[in-house]
Structure formats: C-alpha cells, structure tokens
C-alpha cells in the first residue's frame, strides 16, 4: 500500500485519470517526459538517492494507471500481459505505462549498482534490468511515432531511448556505442531548451550537464586523453551537488587505469612498492589534486576536493589494513605496544597514508578557517550569514595541533629529526593562533587581565615559530605561515595596548561607582535609612519614601479624665472599722463547730 505520505501526490494523478472511453479523443496529445520523471524522482526518493523507494512507487503508479484506463494485465490468479499498440492510443495514459516500466527497471538496476561493489554477481542481474529497461523504452520511442502524438513528445520519447540505451552501452564498456547514444539525447535535448520557455529550458539544460560527463568520458577510453582534462573542469565547476559524486566516480574510474604506471613511492628516504590498486589511484590522485587546488575559483571548492581526497585516503587505507592482517608487528603497534627494528614496507606506506591523511586534514581546516574569519564581528557579513565566534576558530586550531602532534607517533620515523623538528614549529605557531582566538574571546567578555596574558603568550609562541621556521629547509614551504604570524605580531601589539587601557578605565568605573549598587529591597525609603542603595524610583514621579496611607497598629484607649495627684493622695486608715472574727476557744469549741456547725454570729 502507498504510504500516507504520497496520498496527496496519487489524488493528483488520479483526477487526472478518471476519464471515460466516451470522451472525445484529441487530435494530438503532449506527453512532457522529462519533467514527468524528474518531479516522480525528486519527489519520491531520487533526491535523497533513495532507488528503492522510487522503484516501489513506479511500480504502484502502474498499476494506478491501469485501473483507471481499464487495461488490466489478467485477474488475481492469472497473469495475461497485453501489448500497447499505436491504434489503442486514445489517451496520453498509456505512453506512460511503457515510461514508468522503463523508469522502474533503470531504479531497479541503479539499485543493484550500489550493492554491486560488495557483491559482485549483482552485475548479472543489473545489466538484465538495464535491459529490460532499454526494451520499455523502444516500446515507448515506437508508440511516439503515431501520428496523435505532437512533435515535442516524439522528440523527448527519442531522447529518453537515447539516454536508456546509453546507459546499458556505458555499463557494459562498450564506449563507441555509448557516446552515440548520450550524443543523440544531447543534441535532442539541447534543441529542445532552445525553443521551449525559460523554465523548461533549466530543466534541459540540466539534463545536457548530466549526459556531458560521460560523453567526455567514454571519449577518454575511446583515446582522446583531453578528456581527462575536461572532467578535472567540470569538477572544478560543479560545487557541491549531485553531479560532483558522478565526476568523483567518473575521475576514479580513469585513474584507475593510469595508476597501472604507479609502482613504488618515496618518502623520507626510503621507498616501498605499491601492489594495492586502490592505494595506487589515491596516490595518482594526490599528484593531480594540487593542480586542481590551483585552478579552483573559491575555498568552498577547494575544500569539496579535500573532501573527496580524505575520502579516497581512508578508503585506500582501509585497503591496507586488510593487506596487513597477518603481520604481527603491525598488529602489536596498532595495540600499542612498542615494536624494534625496522618495520615492513606496507607498514610503513601505511605510515605514509596516515602522514597524508593527517597532513590534509590540517590544510583543510585551514581552509575552513580562512573562510570564517571573514564573518568574524567587526567585519561585514553577507545578510542572513551567521557571525563566526572566536571560540569556532579555537576548535579548529585544536584539531590541527591535534593532528600534528599525530605524525611524530606514526612508526617508521624514528630516524627523521628533520621532521620533528617541522612539526614542533609548525605546532607552536598554531598555539599562537589559538592563544590569539581565546584571548579574543576574554576580551569580547571584558576580562582584561586575563587577555592581556593571553596576548603576551601569544607573542612569545610567535617569535619561537618564527625562529624555528628560519632553521627550516626549505623556508618557501611554510611562507604563508610564516607571513601571517608576522601579520599576527602586529595585530596583538596593537590589542594589548588597547586592552591595558581599557582596564584602566574599567578600574576608574569601579571607583566612582562603589557602593552605588543597585536595590533590590521593596521596601520605603523611611524603613532602610541605614542602608545606602541606588533606587532610581526615588526621582520618578512616585518615589517609595513612606507607605500610604500608613498601616493600622493597635494603641491604648483613651480615658475619660486625668487625675495627676492620685498617685500622691495618702488616704486615711480604715483598719478601726473592719470586721475582726473571734478565735475558737479549745478541742470542744473545735469539736462542737465541726458537729454542729458552730453558731452564728
């Protein structure tokens, strides 16, 4: 069943099928078949490389197709397949059932090409797909032909069987063939950008990119060795998009047979063959990309070629691990454990690889560096760009001091002083950099002392690497490095003074504003006279001095009259006119009162 994701997209497509056979048939019809199968991939799984998910909403397309063209293929238990034939064309419909058949198997062997690098009997069932691919697309170049289809659908049709059939010629290396036929669809769907609106023609135009890559290739094997160089261009050209995975595969695939003339290296005196074939395209790779780097137009696409250079070295590495498994000495360094003597040659190319991959890593995030720090605050920004921070720059130098203190670990370089020495100056520069971002960032905070000593540090690691760069030979290896601590000298000079005043004028702050800290007790000013706080409500215009009206408090009642001498008045005795009782005379007056209650008085 389709996804609930897709109902909206089958609701379109199917109120445009509930057609009946009784409704008039149009003299001619337009079937736009390039921008049909470009919206169905990009809208169901092409654009995230997704065959499968392309291949399965094919598949449920046909069979929405036919029920509402009433042309079943047999009944649930019977398959009964029917042809299409020019007379039966009384719908546009029915030239998309041989379109999306053909759509289905290409996904289908797009699909298997992917698994086909780890499974390789994957390739007989891919070339039968690609076939039977090729087969659909004939059926639909033949039902073009009927006189109810317009010019443009006969065009496109013709253009599309080119690029199939293409498509199987290149698979199969069969170059003379293949060119043909990318040509053919080429100059088809040139043509067709030329006359159509100037939306259509992006949608041609870029289909011609697509198809130009492998006419240059199959050139190349063919024996036109300027093709190689066009590929490099169109490489240089593409950015970051679909089309630059293609040129990447396409620029392997020809240096895999150039790498044939690649057997042996040589690094820090010594050389060592090379018998893996991926090892050798990385290497050959890595010759041809420095040219590359210097014909690149901007930094984004020279870090897309480190990209896909880093790539090529992990897997070329990968390689050689597999190559190494039986040897014990390589499996005790990669535990840990100290190794004597000299180690093997793949052991030591794969030394070498972990020296290039390290190595262009640094010269990567360089690059990444010098990109952000045109965003840094301070400078203008393109709109809607983020301002790069400091502490983004004191990442990336981390991981390149990171990765140079790497390199003098690698076995096989325990005679090469020279190189310890590169990277210990080379390492010390960058600390300079990175002490200069963190103190950017104290200084972004107002935290003065703190980066006025990381500027002085930052000096001191400076003047060491440029010594130390001095000693090194040759010296125009390093001269941009060399250049921008110079640069960076100058700079901290400049910040340091400007930090120490801008302490000092902190400190002048902090004197005239002691003890005027703002209030935060709510209450009136007549209950806190004892204590001295800034509270700006004092000069609105309703200052909290008293509360109003004031509070109730309890209070003695008022008396009706004051007597001040009472307390003075001696008043007479009255001793002589109190009732004095008589004493109980003995034990029989006690007993005769206790039994009798004694007498009255």
Same mark, same amino acid.
């Given at each position: 069943?389709?996804?609930?994701?897709?109902?909206?997209?089958?609701?379109?497509?199917?109120?445009?099928?509930?057609?009946?056979?009784?409704?008039?048939?149009?003299?001619?019809?337009? &079937?736009?078949?390039?921008?049909?199968?470009?919206? /169905? !991939?990009?809208?169901?799984?092409?654009?995230?490389?997704?065959?499968?998910?392309?291949?399965?909403?094919?598949?449920?397309?046909?069979?929405?197709?036919?029920?509402?063209?009433?042309?079943?293929?047999?009944?649930?238990?019977?398959?009964?397949?029917?042809?299409?034939?020019?007379?039966?064309?009384?719908?546009?419909?029915?030239?998309?059932?041989?379109?999306?058949?053909?759509?289905?198997?290409?996904?289908?062997?797009?699909?298997?090409?992917?698994?086909?690098?780890?499974?390789?009997?994957?390739?007989?069932?891919?070339?039968?797909?690609?076939?039977?691919?090729?087969?659909? @697309?004939?059926?639909?170049?033949?039902?073009?032909?009927?006189?109810?289809?317009?010019?443009?659908?006969?065009?496109?049709?013709?253009?599309?069987?080119?690029?199939?059939?293409?498509?199987?010629?290149?698979?199969?290396?069969?170059?003379?063939?293949?060119?043909?036929?990318?040509?053919?669809?080429?100059?088809?769907?040139?043509?067709?950008?030329?006359?159509?609106?100037?939306?259509?023609?992006?949608?041609?135009?870029?289909?011609?990119?697509?198809?130009?890559?492998?006419?240059?290739?199959?050139?190349?094997?063919?024996?036109?060795?300027?093709?190689?160089?066009?590929?490099?261009?169109?490489?240089?050209?593409?950015?970051?998009? !679909?089309?630059?995975?293609?040129?990447?595969?396409?620029?392997?695939?020809?240096?895999?047979?150039? @790498?044939?003339?690649?057997?042996?290296?040589?690094?820090?005196?010594?050389?060592?063959?090379?018998?893996?074939?991926?090892?050798?395209?990385?290497?050959?790779?890595?010759?041809?990309?420095?040219?590359?780097?210097?014909?690149?137009?901007?930094?984004?696409?020279?870090?897309?070629?480190?990209?896909?250079?880093?790539?090529?070295?992990?897997?070329?590495? !990968?390689?050689?691990?597999?190559?190494?498994?039986?040897?014990?000495?390589?499996? /005790?360094?990669?535990?840990?454990?100290?190794?004597?003597?000299?180690?093997?040659? !793949?052991?030591?190319?794969?030394?070498?690889?972990?020296?290039?991959?390290?190595?262009?890593?640094?010269?990567?995030? +360089?690059?990444?560096?010098?990109?952000?720090?045109?965003?840094?605050?301070?400078?203008?920004?393109?709109?809607?760009?983020?301002?790069?921070?400091?502490?983004?720059?004191?990442?990336?130098?981390?991981?390149?001091?990171?990765?140079?203190?790497? =390199?003098?670990?690698?076995?096989?370089?325990?005679?090469?002083?020279?190189?310890?020495?590169?990277?210990?100056?080379?390492?010390?520069?960058?600390?300079?950099?990175?002490?200069?971002?963190?103190?950017?960032?104290?200084?972004?905070?107002?935290?003065?002392?703190?980066?006025?000593? +990381?500027?002085?540090?930052?000096?001191?690691?400076?003047?060491?690497?440029?010594?130390?760069?001095?000693?090194?030979?040759?010296?125009?290896?390093?001269?941009?490095?060399? /250049?921008? +601590?110079?640069?960076? &000298?100058?700079?901290?000079?400049?910040?340091?003074?400007?930090?120490?005043?801008?302490?000092?004028?902190?400190?002048?702050?902090?004197?005239?504003?002691?003890?005027?800290?703002?209030?935060?007790?709510?209450?009136?000013?007549?209950?806190?006279?004892?204590?001295?706080?800034?509270?700006?409500?004092?000069?609105?215009?309703?200052?909290?001095?008293?509360?109003?009206?004031?509070?109730?408090?309890?209070?003695?009642?008022?008396?009706?009259?004051?007597? +001040?001498?009472?307390?003075?008045?001696?008043?007479?005795?009255?001793?002589?006119?109190?009732?004095?009782?008589?004493?109980?005379?003995? =034990?029989?007056?006690?007993?005769?009162?206790?039994?009798?209650?004694?007498?009255?008085?």
């Amino acid at each position: 069943m389709a996804g609930e994701g897709e109902s909206v997209g089958q609701e379109n497509e199917m109120s445009g099928e509930q057609t009946t056979s009784n409704q008039a048939i149009p003299q001619s019809f337009t &079937v736009e078949v390039l921008q049909l199968i470009k919206e /169905a !991939q990009q809208q169901h799984g092409l654009r995230h490389g997704d065959y499968q998910r392309y291949r399965s909403y094919c598949s449920r397309r046909i069979r929405r197709i036919r029920k509402s063209l009433h042309f079943p293929q047999g009944g649930k238990h019977r398959v009964q397949p029917k042809k299409i034939t020019v007379e039966m064309l009384t719908d546009p419909r029915y030239l998309q059932l041989p379109l999306f058949s053909a759509e289905r198997a290409w996904a289908f062997a797009m699909q298997l090409q992917s698994e086909a690098n780890t499974e390789p009997r994957k390739r007989f069932h891919l070339m039968s797909r690609l076939k039977k691919s090729v087969q659909h @697309a004939d059926e639909l170049n033949a039902l073009s032909e009927s006189p109810k289809c317009d010019a443009r659908t006969k065009l496109e049709c013709q253009a599309y069987s080119a690029w199939i059939k293409g498509s199987l010629y290149f698979e199969s290396s069969s170059w003379e063939n293949a060119m043909e036929q990318f040509t053919s669809a080429k100059t088809i769907y040139e043509k067709l950008s030329g006359a159509l609106t100037e939306d259509l023609q992006v949608l041609y135009q870029s289909r011609v990119e697509e198809i130009s890559p492998n006419i240059r290739y199959c050139a190349y094997n063919i024996g036109d060795e300027s093709a190689i160089r066009d590929l490099q261009n169109m490489r240089l050209k593409s950015g970051e998009d !679909q089309l630059t995975s293609k040129l990447d595969d396409l620029l392997s695939q020809t240096r895999e047979k150039q @790498a044939a003339t690649l057997s042996e290296i040589t690094w820090q005196g010594r050389t060592v063959p090379v018998k893996i074939e991926s090892v050798r395209v990385f290497l050959l790779n890595l010759q041809e990309s420095s040219k590359e780097l210097e014909s690149a137009e901007n930094n984004e696409t020279k870090v897309s070629i480190y990209e896909s250079l880093l790539k090529e070295c992990i897997d070329a590495q !990968q390689a050689l691990r597999d190559a190494l498994q039986d040897d014990q000495v390589f499996k /005790a360094a990669t535990r840990g454990q100290p190794i004597e003597g000299r180690i093997s040659n !793949q052991h030591y190319l794969h030394s070498y690889l972990t020296y290039l991959r390290l190595t262009k890593t640094v010269e990567r995030n +360089l690059l990444l560096i010098d990109n952000l720090k045109n965003y840094l605050p301070g400078r203008v920004a393109e709109e809607g760009r983020k301002i790069t921070k400091p502490q983004d720059l004191v990442r990336l130098y981390d991981i390149i001091i990171q990765n140079l203190n790497d =390199i003098p670990n690698l076995h096989g370089l325990e005679e090469s002083p020279s190189l310890f020495e590169e990277i210990t100056t080379r390492v010390t520069g960058f600390k300079a950099f990175r002490s200069f971002y963190i103190a950017q960032s104290y200084s972004a905070a107002k935290k003065w002392t703190e980066a006025i000593a +990381l500027y002085q540090r930052t000096i001191t690691n400076a003047d060491k690497a440029l010594s130390g760069y001095k000693k090194l030979k040759p010296q125009g290896m390093f001269k941009d490095e060399v /250049a921008s +601590l110079n640069e960076l &000298v100058k700079d901290v000079n400049g910040l340091m003074y400007s930090c120490h005043a801008s302490s000092i004028l902190k400190t002048d702050d902090t004197t005239d504003s002691l003890g005027v800290l703002p209030s935060s007790d709510k209450r009136p000013l007549k209950d806190r006279l004892d204590t001295f706080a800034e509270d700006r409500s004092l000069t609105s215009k309703k200052p909290n001095i008293t509360s109003f009206p004031p509070d109730f408090k309890p209070i003695p009642c008022r008396p009706l009259f004051f007597d +001040l001498a009472l307390n003075h008045v001696e008043f007479p005795s009255l001793e002589e006119k109190m009732e004095q009782k008589k004493a109980a005379g003995g =034990i029989t007056g006690f007993v005769k009162g206790w039994l009798w209650g004694g007498g009255k008085k």
